[in-house]
């Protein structure tokens, strides 16, 4: 059975700093691994979406990377900013449905 | 220009009651879902549906019915609700076959609490 987890469970940083988020998943027969990010009261908004067969997806200052044979990605964010502030998700997808981790909450401060 | 919608926002009511959640989505996708987030933030998926046929139904008390009168369009009814009821409720879609590239979009969320 597939589990996500997520570490660290909540992170805060100061501005401007560059940070890794950490999803690991057990279950290495995945097709795709999604983040995204929840703010509080809010629905979800994809991020990156990374192909079992790519190493990394980049959007702005987010850079996604992915190791399958290990079962980990990484979710760096450069030069953190506090619209930044949120609660990312990792999910892996195993065809049809997503199984998510149990998030990182993150705070960037001024 | 809404890609998921789902009304209403917040559904506040009482213990043994049947209420519905409505969701739909204008990206001409055909599959749906709904996943269910715990009082601890822990998002689980609870149906999917491809071109209005269920796919996925994981162990969902049977309290729980979802129906899709077309592929835009996928409701959720809950009968006899009860206070584990309590969650957020966020129904997503994307475009079956797509493997690898299947990327999944949400909705907003219904906040329900049962009292």
């Known amino acids: 059975k597939q589990e996500v987890t997520q570490i660290p469970a909540a992170l805060s940083v100061p501005e401007g700093e560059n940070l890794v988020l950490n999803c690991s998943f057990t279950d290495s027969a995945i097709y795709n691994l999604q983040w995204f990010r929840q703010d509080p009261g809010k629905g979800l908004t994809s991020l990156l979406l990374?192909?079992?067969?790519?190493r990394e997806q980049t959007s702005g200052r987010l850079n996604a990377s992915l190791d399958k044979s290990s079962g980990r990605s990484t979710l760096y964010i450069a030069a953190s900013q506090p619209g930044d502030s949120a609660t990312y998700l990792c999910a892996v997808s195993d065809t049809d449905k997503l199984i998510f981790g149990t998030g990182t909450r993150l705070q960037v401060f001024p | 220009d809404t890609a998921v919608s789902q009304t209403p926002k917040y559904l506040v009511t009482q213990m043994g009651n049947d209420k519905s959640i409505k969701c739909e989505q204008n990206?001409?996708?055909?599959?749906m879902y709904w996943y269910k987030q715990d009082s601890k933030k822990f998002l689980k998926i609870m149906f999917s549906?491809?071109?209005?046929?269920l796919i996925i139904n994981e162990t969902v008390p049977n309290r729980f019915s979802p129906k899709s009168p077309d592929k835009a369009h996928l409701n959720l009814h809950i009968n006899s609700l009860e206070l584990g009821d309590s969650a957020v409720y966020f129904c997503?879609?994307?475009?079956w076959g797509s493997g690898q590239n299947n990327e999944q979009f949400f909705g907003p969320g219904t906040r329900l609490t049962v009292l």
């Open positions: 990206l001409g996708h055909d599959t």
């Open positions: 997503a879609s994307s475009r």
């Open positions: 549906y491809n071109n209005k046929e």
């Open positions: 990374i192909q079992s067969s790519q």
